[in-house]
């Protein structure tokens, strides 16, 4: 099993900035992929990046490409969300999700593991 940590979320004003975390634990996998989904009230969750831990690629979704980067850190099984002009629209619940796979996932099918999730507000 792997456990989903997720940190960093909060109550920010539309353009500022934010950077989420998720750190991984339990068990090690050499072909792994991490990702960031997030989910609205009343909405679908939604896939909004990803990282290929074994090749370092990544994917976004549309609505955040240029504001938003994944990136890995310095600890094994951790990476970031960095959130940039942030807009109300960006208010949601954000989910870190592994998948175990080298590739990197943009549906929700792949992902075996999820975290709890951390509370996004953007207010205008």
């Known amino acids: 099993q792997v456990q989903l940590v997720e940190s960093g979320g909060g109550l920010v004003q539309a353009g500022d900035s934010l950077r989420l975390s998720c750190a991984a634990s339990?068990?090690?996998?050499?072909?792994?992929?991490m990702g960031w989904f997030r989910q609205a009230p009343g909405k679908e969750r939604e896939f909004v990046a990803a990282i290929s831990w074994t090749f370092g690629t990544t994917a976004y979704a549309d609505s955040v490409k240029g504001r938003f980067t994944i990136s890995k850190g310095n600890a094994r099984n951790l990476i970031y969300l960095q959130m940039n002009s942030l807009k109300p629209e960006d208010t949601a619940v954000y989910y870190c999700?592994?998948?175990?796979?080298?590739?990197?996932?943009?549906?929700?099918?792949?992902?075996?593991?999820w975290g709890q999730g951390t509370q996004v507000t953007v207010s205008s």
């Open positions: 339990g068990r090690t996998f050499s072909r792994f992929a």
């Open positions: 999700a592994a998948a175990l796979t080298a590739s990197v996932p943009t549906s929700r099918n792949p992902y075996d593991f």
